[in-house]
């Protein structure tokens, strides 16, 4: 099960992530998120969580998430920050998709079933399909029964509502290929909580386990 913790924006809270074994963390860079990073916390949050992965076989994916920014600005600025992977979530569109893979590789798409009710992971040649709520950062639950895993392959990951308290159910009702969560890991909007880091991985964890 592919862990994300996304949101961050303290280098401890980058490490701690990592030295849990999350497999990937995201940074959100987009005005008007309680979550908006400035250039110099995404830096230390690539380089505090890579220094704690450090130890790990698989390493740790840096994330760079975005919304509103233009593809090819966003894909130029995590490049240029040290990003492994941008992350283009909303209405971005296949041309997009390609015009930041001109510049980093490795380029995610996320979108909500709402928007885009046909969902299929890499019919936009992204490398991983991320499937949100109608409300990106909202932390409401939604109606997993719309999922359809086989429909959408094994390159996805779910997001939205996700906590410490339910993503082991979640996991087991759409049977996706990782997890992604921010709001349900803060205390209060954009302020992320240690021990509820270490709950969601750990479910998460124990879930994998369980489905084994």
Known sequence: MYVKICGLRDAAHGALAASLGADAVGVVMSEGSPRNARPEEALAVIAAARAAASTHATGIDTVLVVSRTPAREAAELARDLGFDVLQLHGRYSHTDIAAAQRVIPRVWRAASLAHFPELRAGEFGEERLLV??????????????????????????????????????????????????????????GLKDPELIRQFIAAARQSQVTNA
């Open 132 to 189: 949100d709520g109608a409300v990106p950062g909202s932390g409401e639950t939604w109606d997993l029964s719309q999922l359809d895993p086989q429909r959408l392959g094994a390159s996805w990951v779910l997001a939205g509502g996700l906590a410490p308290e339910n993503v082991a159910a979640a996991i087991r009702a759409a049977h996706p290929g990782g997890v992604d969560v921010s709001s349900g890991v803060e205390s209060a909007p």
